[in-house]
Each structure stands twice: as structure tokens, then as C-alpha cells.
């Protein structure tokens, strides 16, 4: 695609308006390939400031991967099966960002086994899930990479079983914000479960991983032309790298940069814990800006209502809430009321959360709905580190959380009661008969509070997974998946959608990558 031709009227005293358009921040003015990088600096009088371009390249690589999550691998598999030669960049001293500690959550419609049809849980279909996708964030998503996402997920999801020897359990979830059960559970319970099938495609197709190694900053010589290399710092060591064939960005979000975060959302105050890994900290977008790229929707970020309250940590106790309400599980406050539909999005529930005012809620549920959800030697293990409580009745239970005895006694009877009305009279929540009314114990409760947790905002791609400059072009030899990318999800992302996102948008820009001429 061409960028628009220059405008005369655009032209101002020699300058393009182009050149000036940055406003506050000055633009490092474009020069012949070779000398200046293309690239913003933090201001024309500070020569210092300004990125050359590098005089020699240290080393040349074929394609190289930003990033070792969901996203990363997923492109790597492809790129190397496309006859690309991958390297993967990884900052952190281990693999796997945000992906390796996530859910273990995976949204299809169907898969090889046909658990949907296997377990009795109702209808499904693409169709269904990319409606649910697009309503979910209040229909500023782009319903034609949301198409991509759902049609895609069941082929990745049955990819990963057969070729990287993924393993699901027997259960299937609806969770917030979905009309139907589609959510997969791998059989580790978080998200390493996917990046080790993932990595072992990726692995037996050729890539290689360099760990500890920070990209920082990409080079691209003019407005019209190709990315050419990146600096990076190995082991404190700062080196200048040629790329031959294309360059993936699949560096995930900003959940930890507590500044970025707060600049395009200011309600997401320093205070919010974040259950992200320490990586996430969205350099990756501002460099991707610098050299030309659009990036949207920055505002929208997501809390995810059931993290550990004092650290904000999701780990596999965390998950049992967001499981937990296709079966009947309660959330209550602090007085033992209940004060959302369990059924509703994460927005929803954390914002009905703080509406409390009461830190923390709890999610309330019986032994019979724990095989539903996960495992016994989970809760077991959970137990051990203060996560569950577990009483014999929910008398019990009220006075080991600290909530008043006879509240919890009527909530739960109350909600027994419009399991079997099939009516919700306060919530309007849409009861089915899949859903346990907590009859018999023992009873548990998990304390649960929102913090930081997926930006939806990020890099603009097409459905190639190009990356789009400003002027609406795609940025030669530029490729981005997963959650550094924006405009799939709209104002908020269905939980489990994130890893069929990483995972199909991640194989597209790796198929696509590999097709660059080296
Ligand atoms: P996704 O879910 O989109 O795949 P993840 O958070 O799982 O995203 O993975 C992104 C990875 O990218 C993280 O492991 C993070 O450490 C890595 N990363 C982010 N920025 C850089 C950078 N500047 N250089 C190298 N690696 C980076």
C-alpha cells in the first residue's frame, strides 16, 4: 500500500506538515538511509538524543520474534514452518510473559474431543462466539479481526493437541460476559499448559530463544521503507541487529507501567494491584510508535475482579470465581450480600466490587461444584496456603470470612431457592438446570478483589497481522500479535479469549512473516 502523496498545501516553509505534526514532541526529522533513524526524540535541540542509525550491524538474523508468550510462540511455529529462520528476543531471565502464569483459559466454540457435546452443556457456534466477543466490549471492537479470533480458535486449539501435545481436562466452563460453555481448561490449570505445546512446535520447527535479551529500539531508516534491525541488550551487552526477512512484535501489554496505564486511563490509579508478570511494561508500543505505527483504544484496560486482594496475584485458587458461575457459584460482600449477576463481564463485576466500598467479596460454593471448576488437590493445595476456606455449613463459613452469620444463611437459601424458580429477582442472572444449588456442604469461600490485568488497546494490525502506520499503510516487514495489538477486543475482553487470540493472530503474523522475501 502507498502512503498518500505530499500535499504542496501540506507543505509549510521547506517542512512538511507531516514533520511538524508531533506537536509537544519534535520529530527526528527523516534523513537519507544510513545516517538518521527514523524516529520521535524528545526534542530537536538535543542532537544527543537523536538515534542514528547504526554505522555496522553486529550480527544479521533472518526473523526475529519480540517476545516469548502465547503470541511469540504461536508466530515463531508458523514463521520457522514457513521456511523463516526464527529467533525469539525474551527480556526476562525465563520464557513465557504474561502467558505461562495465566488461567489456563481457552474460549472454542468445539473442539477434537467434543467436550460441549460430551458434557450435555447446550449449543454453540462461531457465530455465537464472535456476537458475544463483539457485545462483550460494547461493540468497539473490529468484528472482522473478532471473526478471525473465533473462527480460528478451534483449528489452534486442535493444532496444539496434536502437534505440541496438549492436554485438556473434562470440564467446560460459561463464564462472565459468554452465552454458552466453551471455556477449555488445560489440565495444568494455568497457561503454561499452551506455551509448552507451543514451544515444542516451535522448538521441533527450528526456533531458537535468546533470553535476557531487551529489544530497545527499532530501526527504520524512512517513512515508506521496511524495518531494518533492532538494538537490543544481551546480558548487558549492547549489540545492533540486521533483520533479513520480518520483524514480529509480540511483546504483550502494559499493565505494569503504572505511568502508561494511568496516562491513557486515569481511573486505573498507581494504587490497583496487577496480576501481570513484571515484563509487561508496553516499551515495546512507544518504540513501534517512534518508527511510524498506530496504536488505539490505549484506554481500555481491564481489571480482572478475582485476584488475590493483598498482592493482586491470579493464581490457580483465582480462577475458581471466574469458573465458578455457569455452575451456581455466589459472589457476596462483606455483609454476606450478593451485588452483581455473576454471569456479567469482568468490567461489570469489578466495578460492582469497589462499588462495594468494602474490601474484600468472596465467591461462595460446595464440594459438588469443585469438579466443575477444577480439582480437589487444587482447593486441597489451596487450603494449605490460607486461599480457600472451607467450613461444614455456611453458618460456619460466614464466621471464618468475618461476614455476618444469618446474611450469608439467607443469601445462599435465596439463591437455592431461584435455582429452582429458574428466576433471578435481583440480579436477573440466566439460571439453567447445569447450575448446583449449594445444598449440602462442605461449603468455601475465596476472597477476591479487581486489580490490573489486559490492556485491550495496543498497535493497529489489519488481518494479516501487519502493523498500520499512522497514514494507514502497512509498515514493510513489520508484524504484531497478541496483546500489544489493539482493536479485537473493544472495551473489554471476555476472559479466555486471550489465548486464542495470542495463539491465532500469533500464527497468521507468523505465516504471513515467513512469506517476506529475505
Ligand atoms: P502475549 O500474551 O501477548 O503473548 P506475554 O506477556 O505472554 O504476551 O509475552 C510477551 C513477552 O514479551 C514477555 O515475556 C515480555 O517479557 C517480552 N517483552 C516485552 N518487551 C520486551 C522487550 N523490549 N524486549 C524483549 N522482550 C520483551
Known amino acids: 500500500m502507498k502512503k498518500p502523496e505530499m500535499d504542496e498545501r501540506e507543505k509549510k516553509g521547506g517542512v512538511t506538515r507531516r514533520q511538524l505534526l508531533k506537536g509537544a514532541v519534535t520529530a527526528g526529522i527523516v534523513a537519507s538511509a544510513g545516517t538518521m533513524a527514523l524516529n520521535l526524540t524528545k526534542g530537536e535541540a538535543d542532537a544527543a538524543e537523536k538515534k542514528m542509525l547504526p554505522k555496522k550491524w553486529d550480527e544479521t538474523l533472518d526473523t526475529v520474534i519480540i517476545g516469548s508468550g502465547f503470541a511469540g510462540l504461536a508466530a515463531a511455529a508458523e514463521a520457522s514452518k514457513g521456511g523463516a529462520k526464527v529467533v525469539i528476543f525474551e527480556k526476562m531471565p525465563v520464557y513465557g510473559g504474561n502467558s505461562v502464569i495465566n488461567g489456563g483459559e481457552y474460549n472454542s466454540w468445539d473442539d477434537e474431543l467434543h467436550l460441549r457435546e460430551k458434557l450435555k452443556l447446550g449449543d454453540d457456534s462461531v457465530d455465537l462466539h464472535t456476537k458475544d466477543t463483539i457485545k462483550g466490549g460494547d461493540f468497539y471492537g473490529s468484528p472482522e479481526l473478532a471473526k478471525i479470533l473465533t473462527e480460528g480458535a478451534t483449528p489452534a486449539l486442535n493444532w496444539m493437541i496434536d502437534d505440541g501435545g496438549l492436554k485438556l481436562r473434562d470440564i467446560l466452563n460459561r463464564t462472565g460476559g459468554h452465552t454458552a460453555y466453551r471455556t477449555h481448561t488445560c489440565v495444568e490449570g494455568v497457561g503454561r499448559g499452551y506455551t509448552e505445546a507451543l514451544k515444542k512446535i516451535a522448538e521441533s520447527r527450528g526456533t531458537t530463544m535468546r533470553l535476557r535479551t531487551k529489544v530497545l529500539w527499532i530501526w527504520r531508516a524512512d517513512t515508506n521503507g521496511p524495518v531494518l534491525g533492532l538494538e537490543v541488550d544481551e546480558d548487558g551487552k549492547k549489540k545492533n541487529i540486521k533483520i533479513k526477512r520480518a520483524l514480529i512484535l509480540a511483546s504483550g501489554g502494559f499493565s505494569w507501567d503504572i505511568k502508561m496505564r494511568q496516562e491513557f486511563n486515569p481511573s486505573i490509579v498507581p494504587e490497583f494491584n496487577c496480576t501481570n508478570h513484571k515484563g509487561a511494561t508496553g516499551e515495546m508500543i512507544r518504540y513501534a510508535q517512534a518508527i511510524g505505527a498506530d496504536a488505539l483504544q490505549l484506554c481500555f484496560i481491564q481489571l480482572y475482579p478475582y ?58 460454593f460446595n464440594e ?90 495496543g498497535l493497529r494490525i489489519n488481518k494479516m497481522a501487519q502493523v498500520i502506520d499512522i497514514w494507514g499503510a502497512p509498515i514493510p516487514r513489520l508484524f504484531a500479535a497478541g496483546e500489544v495489538t489493539g482493536g479485537i477486543h473493544g472495551s473489554n475482553r471476555l476472559g479466555g479469549n486471550a489465548t486464542p487470540d495470542c495463539v491465532v493472530f500469533g500464527r497468521i503474523a507468523g505465516t504471513n512473516a515467513a512469506k517476506e522475501k529475505a
Open 307 to 364: 485476584a488475590e486482594p493483598e498482592k493482586g496475584t491470579l493464581d490457580s485458587p483465582a480462577v475458581y470465581p471466574f469458573r465458578g458461575p455457569g455452575y451456581g457459584i455466589v459472589y457476596v460482600d462483606k455483609k454476606g450480600k450478593r451485588f452483581v449477576n455473576e454471569l456479567e463481564r469482568r468490567d461489570v463485576v469489578s466495578r460492582a466490587e469497589i462499588a462495594t466500598g468494602m474490601k474484600p467479596t468472596y465467591s461462595i
Open 368 to 457: 459438588k461444584m469443585i469438579p466443575k471448576m477444577g480439582t480437589k488437590e487444587e482447593v486441597e493445595k489451596g487450603m494449605a496456603r490460607g486461599r480457600f476456606v472451607k467450613a461444614d455449613s455456611i453458618a460456619d463459613l460466614a464466621q471464618k470470612i468475618g461476614v455476618p452469620p444469618e446474611a450469608l444463611v439467607d443469601t445462599i437459601n435465596k439463591h437455592n431457592l431461584y435455582l429452582k424458580d429458574k428466576k433471578d429477582p435481583e440480579f436477573n442472572k440466566a439460571i439453567n438446570d447445569v447450575m448446583l444449588p449449594m445444598e449440602e456442604g462442605p461449603f468455601y469461600a475465596i476472597a477476591q478483589w479487581p486489580a490490573v490485568h489486559h490492556c485491550m488497546g
